[in-house]
DNA sequence: CTGTTAGCGCCTTCAT
DNA sequence: ATGAAGGCGCTAACAG
């Protein structure tokens, strides 16, 4: 059993209101109480009993993530600057993951609602009518990557179709007519706005994609065996735009295996900005997502709504940053971290 | 506000208890009854407060996750893991971090405590001492990678010393004489041990780690720059064991940008068997830690300490892998993934 | 079987 | 300025 505020209080000698108010500062007690209790306190180590508070309250202190899973360098990045938010406001996070599922989606919300005061939701392959829903409850939700615009809720959603857009554009100006596109899966949201930003480059160039749009996914396995299949293509292409920095990594490991040239003879570029995207062999063209300052920013507007002090919905796409490196430039000079 | 156990009760037309008996089949209740009840809390959409149990019950339903940091394929895998035991057993994650800041790991224990029923923590630049002090609260804890041997509680270290020792082995065994160390934070115990296998494992052959012991760290970063600093000296190393698999990456990609081929001219291993490993130019021989199975593991012993199922404390030493790829074998054929 | 009651730990009136 | 009492939502005795 731990220490409560009526052991304090009949250590100091005084009744439960008098540490009570004491200890928030409610009202005014005499000094010489205070320091009787604040005394009694501090030998006990008392602290307050979160659940109780909370049942008064209906706060919980607490946030809710709830991401599609939880794995690589993307949602490291995006806890990272979550974590840093949340610690600066003093409350913690409730970490979940729907693996994509919807059954798993709804359950975990269940879950997690009742125990914390909000929600990012971070969910590309909700349908946006199942965004809509989630907003039926009263606790207050950021989505993240999700396909929410003109709901009544924040969203930060990150510039996929201008990132995909300007990366193919990048290549068609390194004279690159034939361009792969390895997608992602066309349930999500950010996957086909990807899709949609290469074919409008592709188009606007007076080009086609016939026979150039490969059906891969966000990982290296996927990349890496769309690069094999693209190896067999003829014409072979002389460009691969990944679905992201993974799937372009597998695609360079494969194109290396192989004994291929990037980018003499394939260029390669991905999408996210991933630390290991720097560091890659050769480093890796890409656009950077501000993924951990996403995090933050999300965490300190959910925070901001619990308080109500969150007026207009923010409804925001955040750009993203073309970021050349030797994976598409014909000679890499330096890594450009 | 939200809807409560009196709501069903009266909309049932049932006192309190009864609900409550119903829903948690703590007692028979008349068929006529329960369904009436059932009913009507289906209908209100009825689900328990979680502070009010909690406040009942002395158990929160959460487990605490306390990190040095978040950031990185390891710390993915392992929440990863960890998340699915959490959903298995149909608790939650309370992930939070420390910065390998004692301040703030304090602060954190603080803020997570009586919010949890458990902890899990990692802190390898803990000293075991305020491990130990760590168990003076009744909250169990189960220590990752952190100096807790010989403690009453549970522990689930990666054999560091092993895994260095192993590699460091199949160095000597390629006949490599002049094998440098990136060394990871000395302040930390898994660092310490890897650098205690290294220099056992060169002992043990009758050489020296005389100059050849680089003060790196667990990042890309300490690996690119320890990398430059190895490449200038005389007798030049022929081989690099990096303090861990991100530091490594950050080698290979110094030495390929200065035009050293690997493993050629020089060798590199790694440490901790991320997927980036498998997936790197060349492919990363390393030593393999069954990362997400050990966050999976952690949890579900956390549970069954929180219940009381778990009698003694397990304190394991957790085997790690040797996976030899191009990087440190000359003649790389296949990724292994 | 089922309704009533007493708390779990705390804050907040309401008296004093 | 301070103590007593009520109640947040719920479960577990305790009477019927």
Chains 1, 2 share one sequence.
Do not use: W
Not at 47 to 54: D, E, K, Q
């Amino acid at each position: 059993m731990s220490v409560t505020i009526r052991d304090v209080a009949s250590r100091a000698g005084v009744s439960i209101s008098t540490v009570s108010r004491v200890l928030n500062g409610t009202s005014p007690v005499r000094e010489e109480k205070r320091q009787l209790v604040l005394e009694a306190a501090d030998a006990l180590g008392y602290s307050p009993n979160p659940a109780a508070l909370s049942l008064l309250s209906k706060k919980t202190g607490g946030l809710g993530v709830l991401l599609p899973f939880v794995g690589g360098e993307f949602f490291s990045e995006l806890l990272n600057g979550m974590d840093e938010a949340a610690q600066e406001l003093g409350m913690f996070l409730l970490v979940s993951t729907s693996h994509r599922q919807p059954g798993e989606f709804r359950k975990a919300i269940a879950a997690l609602d009742k125990r914390v005061d909000g929600l990012v939701v971070m969910a590309p392959e909700l349908a946006r009518e199942e965004a809509a829903s989630l907003l039926r409850t009263k606790t207050p939700v950021v989505f993240l990557n999700t396909d929410a615009r003109g709901l009544e809720a924040d969203v930060f959603n990150f510039d996929n179709h201008a990132g995909a857009h300007a990366l193919t554009e990048h290549l068609l100006r390194a004279g690159h007519e034939r361009i792969a596109l390895i997608a992602g899966p066309q349930d999500a949201h950010d996957a086909r706005e990807r899709l949609r930003g290469y074919t409008d480059a592709i188009t606007a160039a007076g080009l086609s994609t016939d026979g150039l749009v490969y059906s891969g996914g966000f990982t290296r396995e996927a990349g890496f065996s769309c690069a094999m299949e693209i190896l067999e293509a003829t014409p072979r292409p002389s460009a691969i735009l990944a679905a992201n920095d993974y799937c372009a990594l597998g695609a360079i490991s494969a194109l290396h295996q192989a004994g291929v040239e990037i980018p003499d003879e394939i260029a390669v570029c991905g999408f996210d900005g991933l630390a290991s995207a720097a560091y890659s062999v050769p480093p890796l063209t890409t656009a950077r997502v501000p993924v951990q300052e996403i995090g933050y920013r999300a965490i300190r507007r959910l925070a901001a709504r619990v308080d109500g002090n969150a007026s207009d919905h923010e409804q925001q796409v955040v750009p993203v940053d073309l970021v050349i490196r030797g994976s598409s430039a014909p000679a890499p000079e330096a890594v450009e971290a």
